[in-house]
């Protein structure tokens, strides 16, 4: 068979795109062969073929004279209608573009390559065939039956899935298997084609964050069982039905702008937001975590972090022992060859990703990558991961990040037929500098402190300026969600809504500047009291924003007596942060010198899960404090407060014998008036605040803090003289793949002879409701030293042995293990002050206090159980044996 002046490759280009007449055309049949010519020689006058040998990439528009050489052997067709099919194809996860996709009508020669973004460009001429296919290496083929109309410049959007089936085995009898040669070639130039490994770059950041609710039709919708819902039901006037089977509704969007700046020695970074937005959620300590600050994923890492927990990546050090590669491809990106490379994980239940990666032959650096977080990770409310990261060349020896993307689906456990929540982060990074002075300018700026700035004026930004500064305009649903959270605001039955919710959460009922509550506070009971309620009231930020003042009133039925509180706090400078704090309590307080995560006593639920025949312990108290704090940009701060209190224990805690008044004469109470200061110094801490108040979300770095106290003699009827100093550093460290490691560990001493309530009195726990902070075996008041040390160590493994039997694969089970100890002593003078017959302190002089644990958490994804053995000291015979191992449980939100 002899075809004159065509390219062999288009005939091997039919064969791929699977032309049913070219398997017969190599039988030696001469008529098919020309006829084969005939449809070779149209398509190269369509312009629907040009193959490129130096690049292997096909397109539209290049020159076709190779074509014309050839001469059509039956008579010319009458004219046809030009026909342009425009479209992408897109990853259905994460709605990137599928590089290189084929995409054809099946059962001819009509078709394209898409290109690097996954975008296509098909002309022909008439119907070629009814039905539209699509095919691209690692996902599932799609068709569709695609009738042509009046149109001639039809557009369609193409969603693929992932094909998660496993790689094929090969054996290669000769040599390394070129995968697995390929991979390590990329692990050897990890140093240099990390960007951290520059000394400093810049870049502009745009960050998008959608979230949708899906599974969630409007019949159901005013269907809920809340009042005047059906109200709201205008809102699906914004659904989007672009997918039939999982219809989505958009309701929340944010957006911001901002410059980024890095530098790796002395390691630095800081981030100026220049505008932010949101809607459907009114909260600015937000803006600074929708920067790049706190998103960054670098695919060069070893670990990859996925809601708290740490994924090995695809091109970790240790990437051979995870995963199994495979070459799957090559093509051309930016005048540079590539190679794609997909990977599974070797074993099920480990934290690993499966998915592909395209890597640039000659530097071995990341083009792309794709991560999917397998279906049966161990990851809470989530049912479905996908991460996406795509760079482009800067010069010669770096390609830089030009685009993120992270996906999620959220609902709630084991049921993935309820409504839930997809959540779209998109970031795109431009105009990026490297290695340049400017950049330690910025950093070096003595009148810039913090690691992220919101613009004053970043909130203020018009319309008209977002339109200019996107990278991308607005979807249709996007645009969908400033229109429908605007017209939500302005409907007054929204607002009773959302002072609904606000009640239901946080306890409070507002009207107009003032809160009430919270509820869960206005009835307990206790042994002293008996019933006891309570009402509280606060001021807000609609009578003013850095001034808050509040308090409660309660009566016991038993006692028969009114208690009350009221404090004032002044905010006087929110960033770096500083206040003043004055309060005054008269009450029954159960606490001890201990300050961490103490049970209250005051709510609805405080006699629920006390230890059997444990008796309560509690004091009169009357206090007044005032308190100052200054924190700075370094993360250090201090804490200076003056504190005179009135302590009368009840029984069974010892009063007689022990206390005495400011003139020395024995007294049943105890009056104290002293000054403390705390040094803390928290390195890059992170905080989520209200506009009041704010909740630590912790720091990379170990927090060191050091107190002193002076009680002072003789002032306000203070009876006694002393000093007390402490020192702790704690920190939570990753330790992947082994989860995480919280350690605490403290020491301090009292100098001086005082009564027990100025000791150091160890904490205890006397309810079965598990205490990260104290000793579970412990009672409360049953240690007491002058000089102590002690530890605090939990370690969170994650799924560990559960991730490798299926049926508890499935369940998400989680392992931990825990150890506390504390070791101290206690002056003869103090021993002999505070030892009396009608209560048995003791010490841990002679044997330290440790007790271990170990148990199971993430039980329906929100219970923990703890298993602790007191191991010492050992129980003395008169002494049940039940002090001496506990079960306990709790519960626990987390990812």
Known sequence: MKISGTPFLVVLIGILLGCPLLSRAQTGDRQLADSLVQVADSLGRLGVYNYDTSSRTM??????????????????????????????????????????????????????????????????????????????????????????????????????????????????????????????????????????????????????????????TRKQFEALPIPMIKQFGFIYNNLDSTSEKQPFLPFYLTESISNYY????????????????VRGLKNESVDQFLGANYQNVNAYDNFIPVFQQSFVSPISDQGLFYYKYRIKDTQTAYGHPIILVSFRPKRAGENCFYGDFWVVDSSFALQRISLEVPKNANINYVSRVSLYQETAPVHDSLWFTIKDKFIADFNLPYSPRLPGFIGRKTTQYSNVVTNNRTIDKVLDNPDSHRDVEVNDSARLRNDAFWAAARPDSLSKNEQAIYDMVDTLDGLPIFQRMKRTLKFLFGGNVSVGPLDIGPYYNVYSSNTIEGSRVRL?????????????????????FKDKAFKYYADAFWIMNRYPRSYLFASYRQDIDRSNNYYDNQVSADNLFSNVGRKHGVPLKFAGVQDTRLEYYKEYYSGFSHFLAFQHRVFDPYAPLPDGGIFIDES????????????????????????????????????????????????????????????????????????????????????GRTFGTVPYPYLDVAPGNEFYYYNKFAFNMMNR???????????????????????????????????????????????????????????????LESSPYIEIGTGVENILQLFRIDFIWRVTPQPLPTEERRKYFGVFGSVKFSF
């Open 59 to 216: 397109g539209n528009g290049a020159d076709t004279a190779q074509q014309k050489e050839v001469t059509p052997s039956v008579a010319a067709a009458p004219k046809m209608i030009e026909y342009e099919l425009t479209g992408v194809v897109q990853d259905k996860a994460t709605g990137e573009g599928i590089p290189f996709a084929t995409v054809f009508f099946s059962g001819t020669g009509v078709g394209t390559p898409a290109d690097l973004d996954g975008k296509f460009s098909l002309k022909f001429s008439g119907q070629p065939s009814d039905t539209l296919m699509v095919t691209a290496i690692g996902y599932r083929g799609f068709s569709k039956k695609f009738i042509l109309a009046k149109d001639t410049r039809p557009s369609v959007l193409i969603e693929l899935n992932r094909e998660v089936a496993a790689l094929d085995e090969f054996v290669f009898h000769a040599g390394e298997d070129p995968a697995i040669t390929l991979l390590k070639k990329i692990i050897a130039a990890k140093p240099k084609n990390n960007p951290d490994r520059l000394q400093n770059y810049s870049y502009k950041v745009y960050n998008k964050l959608e979230v949708d609710i899906r599974n969630l």
């Open 262 to 277: 890095f530098r790796r020695n002395p390691k630095k970074t800081r981030e100026f937001i220049e505008a932010t937005q």
């Open 536 to 556: 509280g009231l606060a001021t807000n930020e609609k009578l003013w924003k850095d001034i808050r003042l509040s308090g409660y009133g309660a009566y016991g």
């Open 664 to 747: 020395g004469n024995p007294s049943l109470s105890t009056t104290e008036t002293s000054v403390e200061l705390r040094l803390r110094y928290a390195y890059k801490e992170v905080f989520l605040a209200s506009n009041y108040f704010r909740s630590s979300l912790g720091s990379k770095y170990p927090i060191p803090e050091l107190r002193f106290s002076w009680g002072i003699p003789h002032v306000l009827g203070s009876a006694y003289k002393y000093k007390k100093i402490s020192f702790s550093v704690s920190d939570k460290v990753k330790i992947a793949p082994l989860g995480s490691l919280y350690y605490n560990v403290f020491a």
């Open 781 to 843: 008041f049953e240690f007491l030293s002058d000089r102590y040390a002690g530890f605090n160590i939990e370690h969170s493994i994650g799924g560990g042995i559960f991730n490798y039997i299926p049926y508890l694969r499935k369940a998400r089970l989680r392992q931990f293990w825990t150890a506390k100890g504390i070791i101290g002593t206690l002056s003869e003078a103090n021993k002999q002050l505070n030892f009396t017959p009608s209560y048995q302190f003791k010490t």
